[in-house]
């Protein structure tokens, strides 16, 4: 095995396991924080309060590994040269979640205890922070509807089917905890669980594409 390959190995088998390291890491830090509920809250506002900075370094860490892994998807694509697109959406999404966790999110639904449902008007942190959660929430399943219709184009109806399915399911789980963040009543409580099956479907299918690739340079 060359230099070349073993460094892309290394690079998939960190996009194999940030996804489960990062929701570990955001579920423990939720159940031990007093007055965070998973259900309603965001994982962004875990970097708020005491203890903050286990959130702050799970975005960056993460946003590290997938930086990796979109370039040992490119580095391993060999005869999927059309799958460049894809690298490049989840390399997107790997720098938004760095920045995500260089600026941090404001006060929404209630926490930390004391701050109002929303703030009248988001703070420059905030805005930025919102701004860089973009590539993942609209890069992502854009990465993984890509990838269904290379999929599907090469005969592999099987992978074609879960890489859509997963887009589908984590943009609309997406849409559904915006507008809950955005107070929405009948949304509102269950935002922070909407959001956590968007980025748990989206975050596996990263799991499984890094696998894939890394089975197939081996």
């Given at each position: 095995?060359?230099?070349?390959s073993?460094?892309?190995?290394?690079?998939?088998?960190?996009?194999?396991?940030?996804?489960?390291?990062?929701?570990?890491?955001?579920?423990?830090?939720?159940?031990?924080?007093?007055?965070?509920?998973?259900?309603r809250?965001?994982v962004?506002?875990?970097?708020?309060g005491?203890?903050?900075?286990?959130?702050?370094?799970?975005?960056?860490?993460t946003?590290?590994?997938?930086?990796g892994?979109?370039?040992?998807?490119?580095?391993?694509?060999?005869?999927?040269?059309?799958?460049?697109?894809?690298?490049m959406l989840?390399?997107?999404?790997a720098v938004?979640?760095?920045?995500?966790?260089?600026?941090?999110?404001?006060?929404?639904s209630?926490?930390?205890?004391?701050t109002?449902?929303?703030l009248?008007?988001?703070?420059?942190t905030?805005?930025?922070h919102?701004?860089?959660?973009?590539?993942?929430?609209?890069?992502?399943?854009?990465?993984?509807?890509?990838?269904?219709?290379?999929?599907?184009?090469?005969?592999?109806?099987?992978?074609?089917g879960?890489?859509?399915?997963?887009?589908?399911?984590?943009?609309?789980?997406?849409?559904?905890?915006?507008?809950?963040?955005?107070?929405?009543?009948?949304?509102?409580?269950?935002?922070?669980?909407?959001?956590?099956?968007?980025?748990?479907t989206?975050?596996?299918?990263?799991?499984a594409?890094?696998?894939?690739?890394?089975?197939?340079?081996?």
């Amino acid at each position: 095995m060359t230099s070349r390959s073993r460094l892309t190995r290394a690079l998939l088998r960190g996009g194999v396991t940030a996804g489960p390291a990062f929701l570990a890491t955001a579920l423990t830090a939720g159940a031990l924080r007093k007055d965070y509920r998973q259900l309603r809250h965001p994982v962004s506002s875990l970097a708020l309060g005491p203890g903050g900075r286990v959130q702050v370094t799970n975005f960056l860490v993460t946003g590290g590994l997938y930086l990796g892994d979109a370039i040992g998807l490119a580095r391993s694509a060999g005869a999927h040269r059309e799958s460049k697109a894809v690298p490049m959406l989840i390399g997107s999404a790997a720098v938004g979640l760095i920045g995500a966790g260089v600026f941090v999110t404001d006060p929404i639904s209630g926490y930390p205890p004391g701050t109002p449902d929303q703030l009248p008007e988001n703070t420059r942190t905030g805005w930025l922070h919102d701004i860089f959660s973009m590539p993942t929430f609209l890069g992502l399943p854009a990465a993984a509807a890509v990838e269904a219709g290379h999929a599907w184009r090469r005969g592999d109806r099987v992978w074609a089917g879960y890489s859509a399915g997963s887009a589908a399911v984590s943009l609309i789980m997406f849409v559904l905890a915006t507008a809950g963040f955005a107070q929405q009543p009948r949304l509102v409580d269950r935002a922070g669980l909407n959001q956590r099956i968007a980025v748990g479907t989206v975050f596996g299918w990263l799991t499984a594409l890094a696998f894939r690739r890394l089975q197939a340079v081996r």
